[in-house]
């Protein structure tokens, strides 16, 4: 089956930038998109079709693509940006399926 | 406003069926560009999608659990139903409603929209 791997954690100071990698074969045919989760709370959609920003999320959050990777960067960390990541995409064009990266927890140091 | 609410049993036996309910306000379970989809998240793990359902009553399943899932809607009461059959202690999870962005009929984006999730325990 289709699988997109992140890496488990990722830590920072606040202030530097984060970079949270999802790497996946169909990722050059197909979007992806990363959601942002906080202890007890469901997930949050910060980046939509590889690099589009949804209204209220700041501008700190971006998105880009290369290949079979893509990047979510988190540029002057807070401490507030301490949570779970999990990208998303189809496992395939023109499916309906739907899979889940296996999360990346950002530490801010 | 956008909504989701899960509602169900926090509590099932081993090879019980479990079934869930998402009511949903702020949109149109008929709205073409829109479906719902359910996602689980064991304790500590990842998320799980599940299964979608279209505004054309289109069905997606996830592949591993296909045999055990069945969704569906009723448009009028703006609800979304999940049953899973033969529940076992794996199946522990938080289970989640979402609104899935659909590009065109029946191929889903992303969820734009979370309920707040149920947790479901498998227990004896």
């Known amino acids: 089956s289709y699988e997109l791997t992140q890496p488990p954690s990722v830590s920072v100071s606040p202030g530097q930038t984060a970079r949270i990698t999802c790497s996946g074969d169909a990722l050059p045919k197909q979007y992806a998109y990363w959601y942002q989760q906080k202890p007890g709370q469901a997930p949050v959609l910060v980046i939509y079709k590889d690099s589009e920003r949804p209204s209220g999320i700041p501008e700190r959050f971006s998105g880009s693509s290369s290949g079979t990777t893509v990047t979510l960067t988190i540029s002057g960390v807070q401490a507030e940006d301490e949570a779970d990541y999990y990208c998303q995409s189809a496992d395939s064009s023109g499916t309906s399926h739907v899979v889940f990266g296996g999360g990346t927890k950002l530490t801010v140091l | 406003q956008v909504t989701l609410k899960e509602s169900g049993p926090v509590l099932v036996k081993p090879t019980e069926t479990l079934t869930l309910t998402c009511t949903v306000s702020?949109?149109?379970?008929?709205?073409?560009?829109?479906?719902v989809s359910w996602i689980r998240q064991p304790p500590g793990k990842a998320l799980e999608w599940l299964a979608h359902i279209f505004s054309n009553d289109e069905k997606s399943y996830s592949t591993s659990l296909k045999s055990r899932l069945t969704i569906s809607k009723d448009t009028s009461k703006s609800q979304v139903v999940l049953t899973m059959t033969n529940m076992d202690p794996v199946d522990t999870a938080t289970y989640y409603c979402a609104r899935v962005i659909v590009v065109v009929t029946a191929i889903p984006e992303y969820f734009d929209y979370w309920g707040q999730g149920t947790l479901v325990t498998v227990s004896s």
């Open positions: 702020g949109f149109s379970l008929s709205n073409a560009r829109m479906g």
